[in-house]
């Protein structure tokens, strides 16, 4: 059983910061990468970050610059530090944990950014 808990949503002003954390735990012996997905209302679930295994990271083009995805030392623990936030960030954040042979996913934040 793998359990994600997701922390760090809120309200924030634009060109204001966020800090999102995703900490795994259950019976996880490899992991091919973690990241973070978000979907705002009437669109599609979308990748924002993902950080594989061998620590490449890869972002959508409308976060590059302004997000920045890592991990913790364990691996298990993932955040995503969301900084100039514009309010077409504005999404529920889901973290993913790709093992592979399945996913699982956070049950999901709330990211609003006011004009």
């Known amino acids: 059983q793998v359990q994600l808990v997701e922390s760090g949503g809120g309200l924030v002003q634009a060109g204001g910061s966020l800090r999102l954390s995703c900490a795994a735990s259950?019976?996880?012996?490899?992991?091919?990468?973690m990241g973070w997905y978000r979907q705002a209302p009437g669109k599609q679930r979308e990748l924002v970050a993902e950080?594989?295994?061998?620590?490449?990271?890869n972002y959508t083009d409308s976060v590059k610059g302004r997000f920045t995805i890592s991990r913790d030392n364990a691996g298990n623990t993932v955040y995503l530090q969301m900084n100039s936030l514009k309010p077409e960030d504005t999404a529920v954040y889901y973290c993913?944990?790709?093992?592979?042979?399945?996913?699982?996913w956070g049950q999901g934040t709330q990211v609003t950014v006011s004009s």
């Open positions: 950080l594989t295994r061998r620590g490449r990271t």
């Open positions: 259950g019976s996880i012996f490899r992991t091919n990468a």
């Open positions: 993913n944990l790709n093992l592979g042979w399945g996913e699982y």
